[in-house]
């Protein structure tokens, strides 16, 4: 596609519930990248992935996030067990290389109720 | 301390005013810098990406580097009501991690 896509656009759910987030890069794209965004606050790194490299997944918050990326294209954000503190604008954003420019999708609204 | 620290405004001008942005990091291994505009709902977009000390202008806009001071600028020139958005500069540390500001929130008064 022309652009990263990210689905679904907002997302509301019940605590304790587990959510999936997905984010379809632009094609050719090697590097994608997943940001949580809080209300009035940056952009806080969640997980990069590179080519086939094993992900950095520094900057995940707890064991309750996880993410996958299959066939260096899609990948998949998982948040089990959701708790308020999760509601969060999540960006998925992808870029040829580490040291590209990186283009973001529309982000995906969560809000845990 | 933060890596990258950014004034997070808000900041309010007329139209046509001359808009400074700046950001200052600690990181001196930081080698990529850029600014994204963020309107509300939306994803940041790309602006400026510059990867050494100097100058880069593209229109109405210049995106300055002062790696000995760890600083980095966004000026706008002539602005417009349609510049209003959230500013925020980023970086890309050793890990290839990009590393944003907190970012700056511009409006620009008709």
């Known amino acids: 596609g022309a652009g990263v896509s990210q689905s679904p656009s907002n997302k509301v759910t019940e605590k304790g519930k587990d959510v999936e987030l997905r984010c379809d890069p632009i094609s050719g794209h090697t590097a994608l990248y997943w940001y949580r965004q809080s209300l009035g606050q940056g952009l806080e790194f969640l997980i990069y992935f590179q080519g086939n490299s094993a992900p950095d997944k520094s900057g995940l918050p707890s064991d309750r996030f996880s993410a996958e990326r299959t066939g260096g294209s899609v990948s998949t954000l998982t948040i089990q067990r959701t708790q308020q503190e999760d509601s969060a604008v999540y960006l998925c954003?992808?870029?040829?290389?580490?040291?590209?420019?990186?283009?973001f999708g529309s982000g995906t609204r969560l809000t845990i109720v | 301390q933060k890596e990258v620290e950014q004034d997070p405004g808000p900041l309010s001008v007329p139209e046509g005013a001359i808009v400074s942005l700046n950001c200052t990091y600690s990181?001196?291994?930081?080698?990529?810098f850029m600014w994204y505009r963020q309107y509300s709902r939306k994803g940041p977009e790309l602006l400026m990406y510059?990867?050494?000390?100097g100058n880069k202008e593209d229109g109405r806009f210049t995106a300055q580097v002062d790696k000995s001071s760890k600083y980095i600028s966004l000026f706008i020139r002539d602005s417009q009501p349609s510049d209003s958005a959230t500013y925020l500069c980023a970086m890309i540390n050793q890990g290839g991690k990009l590393i944003f500001g907190q970012g700056t929130e511009l409006s620009v008064k008709p």
């Open positions: 954003a992808s870029s040829f290389g580490r040291d590209d420019g990186y283009t």
């Open positions: 990181n001196s291994a930081f080698q990529y």
């Open positions: 510059t990867y050494s000390s």
